[in-house]
């Protein structure tokens, strides 16, 4: 069983940056990382996804250039730096593992396990 821990959500005012920690315990090899995202009264959406073993990354159109992912493949933790925030980015923000392949990593479908997620909150 993988279980998932978020962390790094909070409060920052717009142009700030924040660090969102994964910490992955049961974690295959084989699976991908990302990172989804839920504003109030919207759908959940794709923000950012990593493969383990290679370290291919995906972003969504409205968060590159601004987010990065990373990950420690030391260690089991996944990255999500922000910068450059925007109000529109405020949100609960998960994190999810799954296997998955180029753009199908994007979708929530692929991703079996999912953290409880954290609070990003951008102020004007």
């Known amino acids: 069983q993988v279980h998932l821990v978020e962390s790094g959500g909070g409060l920052v005012q717009a142009g700030g940056s924040l660090r969102l920690s994964c910490a992955a315990s049961g974690r295959k090899s084989s699976y991908a990382m990302g990172w989804f995202r839920q504003a109030p009264g919207k759908e959940r959406e794709f923000v950012a996804a990593i493969t383990w073993t290679a370290g291919n990354t995906f972003y969504a159109d409205s968060v590159k250039g601004r987010f990065t992912i990373s990950r420690d493949s030391a260690k089991n933790p996944v990255y999500l730096q922000m910068n450059s925030l925007k109000p529109e980015d405020t949100g609960v923000y998960y994190c999810?593992?799954?296997?998955?392949?180029?753009?199908?990593?994007?979708?929530?479908?692929?991703?079996?396990?999912w953290g409880q997620g954290t609070q990003v909150t951008v102020s004007p």
């Open positions: 999810a593992a799954g296997y998955c392949v180029g753009d199908g990593c994007l979708d929530p479908i692929p991703y079996d396990y």
